[in-house]
């Protein structure tokens, strides 16, 4: 199995940025993408970015202010956010793609995180 775990959330102002972290761990043999998704109250969950490592994706709403990373060698990718604005207030999510071993089984999964919550609001 494969866990992720997210960390940086928190209430900031509008304009301001936060560090969103996630990292996996399990019996990790490969991770394909990496990526963030968030849900507001009421709303659907969106994609907000994902990254296979050499190709990145952005939804339109955070092009320019949003920076996806990822430190392969810990498992772990990053959201850069800057410029916040009431409208990023959301339950942000992390999700990967990933082999794992489980015994002398080898299986693909897609797995999440549980959240981290971002506030922004002045």
């Known amino acids: 199995q494969v866990q992720l775990v997210e960390s940086g959330g928190g209430l900031v102002q509008p304009g301001g940025s936060l560090r969103l972290s996630c990292a996996a761990s399990?019996?990790?043999?490969?991770?394909?993408?990496m990526g963030w998704y968030r849900q507001a109250p009421g709303e659907e969950r969106e994609l907000v970015a994902t990254?296979?490592?050499?190709?990145?994706n952005y939804a339109d709403s955070v092009k320019g202010r949003f920076t996806i990373s990822r430190d392969n060698a810990k498992n772990t990718v990053y959201l850069q956010m800057n410029s916040l604005k009431p409208e990023d207030t959301a339950v942000y999510y992390c999700n990967a793609g990933a082999w794992s071993r489980i015994g002398q089984t080898i299986k693909h999964g897609d797995y999440w995180g549980q959240g981290t919550e971002v506030t922004v609001s002045s």
């Open positions: 990254s296979t490592g050499q190709i990145t």
């Open positions: 399990g019996n990790i043999l490969s991770i394909n993408a």
